[in-house]
């Protein structure tokens, strides 16, 4: 049987995610950073399946409902992975490539 508290907050973190990441328009997430992060959400949810002690079962396994359930909340976490690294990522070039830039002045256009 499942703690209300804890079903509550896994529901919250994916909405909360899933909202912010279409709010910021991250669409290339599954391009740049996707195949890495998908595998290892993929290896998470089913060390989750098959490890899990207090899913209500004698053996541990959760329920085939449950199962979909941990797929998607490490898909979320691998979301948030991904839209930090490419914020990270672009955060890094813009200040890279603003620093590159002559600066062009009221001083340089007089040099001329």
């Not at 509550?8 to 669409?27: A, C, D, I, S």
């Not at 089913?46 to 396994?61: H, I, K, P, Q, S």
């Not at 449950?66 to 909340?73: G, L, V």
């Not at 990270?88 to 062009?104: A, D, L, M």
């Amino acid at each position: 049987m499942q703690r209300p508290l804890t079903s509550g907050f896994r529901v919250y973190v994916t909405v909360w995610v899933g909202y912010n990441v279409f709010k910021t328009g991250f669409l290339r997430l599954f391009t740049i950073y996707g195949s890495r992060l998908s595998h290892l959400a993929i290896i998470l949810a089913f060390l989750v399946f098959f490890y899990r002690n207090d899913a209500g079962t004698e053996d541990g396994m959760v329920a085939a409902g449950e199962y979909w359930h941990f797929i998607a909340s490490a898909y979320a976490v691998a979301l948030v992975l991904m839209a930090g690294l490419l914020t990270h990522t672009v955060v890094s070039y813009r200040s890279i490539t603003k620093r590159s830039e002559p600066k062009v002045g009221k001083h340089a256009s007089q040099a001329l």
